[in-house]
């Protein structure tokens, strides 16, 4: 797993400076180091404002004490990461930072990233479940209504 992220972070590195190399053939050194000293000015202005405006549903949870799993955590995320690849120089990172830190495109993001992520822990999908409701169940703290059921079909299941 380690050797395999080198090799990416490798990949993506090189990919950065053979598209900077171009640029810079295409519009001249000057042009090219204005564009990405503009693009990392851009990045902090995007990741200050997403930020504040991402945060602000996350501080009205923690403050009524509900704070729980919801897209505003995923947004918060992909708006970090979005803006850490804008600071950085190089234009490939930029591109795949605007994705992340434009509200429009977070969700094509979003679901890209959870597509990915179920794949590699091997998820399919919902597991479906065919139950049938029986009567309470007496305990000693009281009735339970106990629901019966079956998996329909381990593939679902996490391996």
Same mark, same amino acid.
């Given at each position: 797993m380690a050797h395999r992220v080198r090799v990416l972070a490798g990949l +993506?590195?090189?990919?950065?400076?053979? $598209? !900077?190399?171009?640029?810079? =053939? +295409?519009? &001249?050194? &000057? +042009?090219?180091?204005? =564009? =990405?000293l503009a693009t990392t000015v851009l990045g902090w202005t995007l990741v200050a404002r997403q930020m504040r405006d991402v945060t602000a549903p996350l501080r009205a949870q923690a403050r009524g004490g509900t704070l729980q799993r919801s897209r505003a955590a995923t947004?918060?995320?992909?708006?970090?990461?979005? &803006? $850490?690849l804008m600071v950085l120089p190089g234009f490939l990172g930029d591109v795949v930072g605007l994705l992340c830190l434009l509200p429009p495109t977070r969700p094509?993001?979003? =679901?890209a990233v959870g597509r990915g992520l179920a794949a590699k822990l091997g998820v399919a999908g919902p597991v479906r479940v065919r139950s049938t409701?029986?009567?309470? !169940?007496?305990?000693?703290?009281?009735?339970?209504?106990?629901?019966?059921?079956?998996?329909a079909g381990e593939s679902h299941l996490i391996r």
């Open positions: +993506w590195a090189l990919a950065e400076i053979v $598209v !900077f190399a171009l640029v810079a =053939a +295409w519009i &001249g050194v &000057g +042009w090219t180091l204005l =564009a =990405a947004d918060a995320g992909l708006v970090a990461a979005g &803006g $850490v094509l993001v979003r =679901a409701r029986v009567e309470t !169940f007496p305990r000693p703290e009281g009735p339970v209504r106990v629901i019966e059921g079956e998996v």
